[in-house]
């Protein structure tokens, strides 16, 4: 049987890897926009999360005429009122590196003890075919900056966050840990009932509404 192809809205490989290992078991098969020849640059302009990853989402599914799965995340520091929060991607400002946007906020926590350094990862996730949002959810990590960088697994703001319960930064943990336990990986199992039913019926879709019932 031919499965489902749900396209993946990211330019992303870290992400794109990610998503294709939290959705191991799931007989979809994901689409990197790359495999279409698709260049898409979304621009990011929504206030929120949910807001960002709908308008994602919804491009990339009129773009390819295609089911598409988009997520939005970013990291709040509480000690700096939830900065950069949604605009955690571009703060920094274009052409910025990871590495760029980790310095910054190290700066920006520098002499603040542990217990003034907590954070959270928040993402949501969203799916949308051609015509409309399908099913949406969030997923939240808590834990706090470290004070230098440490590891070289993972992406964005990972060698600067502990895990509540971790000694290790995200990006020193091993990757099958990681996808249990990440704000991604939470987000995405709220959804994955809906994908499962989609799975088995591939014309599951404009009925749902967007809890995913």
């Known amino acids: 049987m031919v499965k489902q192809s749900l396209l993946v809205a990211t330019n992303n490989p870290g992400k794109m890897r990610e998503v294709s290992a939290i959705l191991e078991g799931v007989p979809l098969r994901l689409v990197a926009p790359a495999e279409l020849g698709l260049e898409l640059d979304v621009p990011e302009t929504g206030a929120t999360y949910a807001e960002n990853a709908r308008i994602k989402a919804r491009a990339f599914a009129a773009q390819s005429g295609m089911l598409a799965l988009a997520d939005d ?22 052409g910025s590196s990871d590495q760029d946007r980790c310095e910054q906020v190290l700066r920006r926590l520098a002499g603040l003890p542990d217990e003034q350094r907590g954070a959270r990862f928040v993402c949501h996730v969203a799916v949308a ?6 099913v949406e959810g969030e997923g939240v990590l808590v834990g706090r900056i470290a ?5 070289t697994d993972g992406f964005g703001f990972d060698p600067i966050f502990v895990p509540d319960g971790y000694t290790y930064t995200v990006a ?24 499962l039913r989609l799975a088995r019926s591939p014309r599951l879709g404009s009925t749902t509404d967007s809890s995913g019932r």
Not at 73 to 94: D, I, K, T
Request: hydrophobic fraction near 40%.
């Open 129 to 134: 075919d051609p015509r409309e949002i399908l």
């Open 172 to 195: 020193e943990l091993p990757m099958q840990v990681k996808n249990a336990i990440s704000h991604r990986a939470r987000a995405i199992a709220t959804i994955r009932p809906f994908l």
């Open 73 to 94: 995340s970013g990291l709040e520091v509480f000690a700096l009122g939830g900065w950069p929060g949604p605009h955690s991607a571009r703060f920094a400002g274009r």
């Open 147 to 151: 004070r230098t960088p440490a590891g």
